[in-house]
């Protein structure tokens, strides 16, 4: 399954490779935007039915999806419709994240929140804390791709199409500077730094 969604990744240039500058700060040598395999429906598609599959093996019970705006819109909705469920996400009022447009919890409801990709999960703990205080359950995360390479501090399952292992660097000790070879891009931009 894993392998298809490299696939799928590769097939919609989604998988990106060069010297990246992420949100993070960080510097690596690959990026993920999902973004160009969502504009696929029928990817998006294949793509969640991956994700729909490992939450059956897991018998993950799902009354809703709820995905953080912007880069979890799409996938949160393509997966409700996979589990026919009702598919939502939070925003940012204010800077903060926040559940708005007449999106509701029902009390004790098992909400699953999902990504198009989690590294940090900072974006998915947000929503988390907002879907809590509407009194959801949350019964994991689920992205198209888990960036964590198993470092991270989320202490909800994890449900991801494919995880791959993708190195980030420190500034001072990016091997992608020290060539001098590749121009730092900060993806979405193009900007060269």
Request: hydrophobic share 40%.
């Amino acid at each position: 399954m894993e392998q298809r969604v490299l696939e799928l990744l590769k097939e919609s240039e989604a998988l990106l490779e060069g010297h990246f500058l992420l949100s993070s700060g960080k510097h690596s040598d690959k990026y993920v935007q999902c973004a160009k395999l969502l504009m696929y429906p029928e990817k998006a598609e294949e793509v969640c039915k991956v994700i729909k599959k490992k939450l059956e093996d897991a018998n993950v019970k799902v009354d809703a999806v709820v995905g953080p705006a912007m880069g979890g819109i799409v996938i949160a909705y393509e997966l409700g419709r996979a589990l026919g469920v009702r598919a939502m996400f939070t925003e940012r009022e204010n800077e903060m994240m926040t559940l708005r447009r007449g999106f509701f919890i029902n009390e004790g409801e098992n909400v699953l929140v999902v990504e198009d990709v989690v590294t940090t999960g900072k974006s998915s703990l947000e929503t988390i804390k907002v879907l809590k205080e509407h009194g959801a359950n949350i019964v994991g995360i689920a992205s198209i791709v888990d960036r964590t390479n198993g470092k991270s501090d989320i202490e909800y399952p994890l449900f991801p199409a494919i995880s791959l292992n993708v190195q980030a660097f420190e500034k001072d000790d990016c091997p992608l500077c020290k060539e001098g070879k590749i121009e730092l891009v900060k993806p979405g931009s193009r900007k060269k730094f």
